[in-house]
């Protein structure tokens, strides 16, 4: 089979060339090179394993590295002993079969071949998927590098599924892959697991690349995370080829989006607040305008029992009196986000909806399932940093407020510590916590900030600091809400008696939202996100938020307030300094000088003001694990699930 060599010898030529031009090596790379200086702590015998071809990618040693080309192809001429060694192989191939196993060494995931290179070489060319070989893994010794991390998070995933094949490319996948294949932590794979991930993993692949995933810079395991997230796993093993590609057709921008620096498009301002209305709008011509819109609210709980609800349930009135015969309100309550909230979404996308909001996070995970099938109704969900075009997101800028308060724990207060009970540890709320550290800090120096969890009851130390006889003023949890809901309630002093006194309440005014979301459908303005993934982060500046001060509070007090007020809403107020210290000493401080919107979204560390710490993961109930899934802060992806 000498033309085969040939032919091999050519692609060899090609991968070579392309090597160079790039200012790699035009040669295999060599284990023993690779580990120079790494500190390998265990040696592990696998066995024979099915090794994923495609993951073997050099030589244990320097021996015959130059024989091929970084695929693998021959680059030796036609005429040498060494082609004809390879040919013969071929024609054995053809006729039996390569039969042999292979030796090889695995290191972070990728095969170095210490004997077989030739059978590696020959099944390439021929494609096979997987070739048998006896492996022996190299662990090396933690670090701080993200292919060192991932592959411990490999480890972990290994030792439950045997599955070699599967790569990410960010922190939590394989974590995120054993949840979505309905499998529980620490629950071993059986054979007919494997099996079907194996037929549904090649599957998926074949249709990523055909849809130009290859260009995108990510791994097929990454693109199917988002996938299942969409699409039940047991309805995905069950899939066509076609049923596959025209889903994923649907999911591209989702997909893309994992490609961008900045998943997130932060909108700070209502579009009729940042300028004029965009030309193509005007002319009407890509963007229509509806003449009537039918609006759904969908709430976890009811206006009964949650203040919460009430008052998001407050806009429904605003939307009618702002367009008045122009849209239809209705709401659901008692929305089990985990039960029903995705056959509800089906319903009300099913009876037209235009637009929905979901009041509650946790049912942002049943929104994008919905929404993938129903671009034409717009999925709306109350929640911070969703990086998915298919389902936007509202919420406040708490941390403005926070700020005010502060100031006035720290004017109302007879110590230099005053309380916060924060909800969960979700994105913006270290950015509340810090801000109302700095705002205490402003009129009181010497000011410390003891930090309590709703989501983490704990006996010993109440939610009305009771216990702690220094601290009568707090910010404080939110008691009317149903057991087990935690939500911001606002500044209080604890009176003697045990009763709260409210002295400084915030008010949420999603009705500000509802009126300016709904009215950039009717303008036209919606439609010119360009597969972005929008998240409406409004603060006063835009009426989305204010505070409500008791009454009695000293002249002087207030005009103080309201006048660092107006410096908010005009952008004159630095909240953050540029520089400053997170607990342990450890300093912290913008890239640039002033922190972003995208770096406040994302603080994940306490001023070394805090007396208190972040919730570990393990410590936490199920509820809050699951909003933690939806809209946890980047730091819990690293903590051992």
Known sequence: ??????????????????????????????????????????????GLVDIPAESIVGTKTAGRHTAFAPNFMPILEADSEFARKWSNLCDAHLEEGIRYPITAYEYLNKFYVEEGNKRVSVLKYYEAVKIPGTVTRLVPERNETLENKIYYEFLDFYKLSKINYVHFSRLGGYAKLQTLAC?????????????????????????????GGSALGLTPGDALLVYLAVYRYSDAIESTPAQVRENLSKLWDEIKILTRPQAVELQLEPATKQGAEPLLSKLNIFSPRPSELRVVLLHEHNAQTSAWVRGQDKGRDALLKAFPGRVRVSCRENVNPEVDAEQ??????????????????????????????????????????????????????????????????????????????????????????NAFVQGLRSVRPEGRVVLRWACLPDPAHPLDFSDRKDIEVFYARD?????????????????????????????????????????????GTWNSANGRAINYWWGMRSGAEQINYSAGQNSGTMQLLRLVEKQIAKDDVQVFPSEEYAQGHRKQGAATGIYTPQELMKMDWLDECVEGEMPRYEALNVKSRFLLEVNGLDRYKDEPR
């Not at 969960?424 to 950015?431: H, I």
Request: with cysteine; hydrophobic share 40%; charged share 20%.
């Open 344 to 433: 509800l979404l089906e319903d009300v996308a099913h009876d037209n909806a235009d637009i929905v909001f979901t009041t509650s996070a946790r049912m942002h995970p049943a929104c994008l399932k919905v929404a993938a099938q129903h671009p034409g109704t717009r999925f709306l969900n109350c929640s911070l940093n969703a990086p998915h075009p298919l389902v936007r997101t509202y919420y406040p800028r708490t941390y403005e407020v926070t700020y005010l308060l502060g100031m006035l724990a720290g004017i109302t207060s007879r110590s230099d510590h005053v309380g916060y009970v924060a909800a969960n540890p979700v994105y913006g709320v270290p950015a509340a916590i």
């Open 183 to 211: 499998k529980a932590t620490g629950e071993s794979w059986t054979d007919d697991d494997r099996l079907n991930f194996a037929s549904l993993y090649t599957m998926f692949s074949q249709q990523f690349y055909a849809l």
């Open 1 to 46: 089979m000498l033309e085969d060599y040939r032919n091999a010898l050519r692609a060899g030529q090609r991968a070579t060339r392309a090597a160079q031009a790039r200012g790699q090596s035009p040669y295999l790379a060599v284990l023993d090179d690779i580990l120079r200086g790494v500190n390998i702590v265990a040696q592990e015998p696998l």
């Open 479 to 523: 008691a009317r809400e149903p057991e087990g809901t935690d939500r911001d309630y606002g500044l209080c002093r604890r009176l003697p008696d045990g009763i709260l006194q409210p002295i400084g309440l915030p008010e949420w005014r999603w009705d500000t939202f509802f009126i300016e979301i709904v009215r950039s459908v009717f303008d």
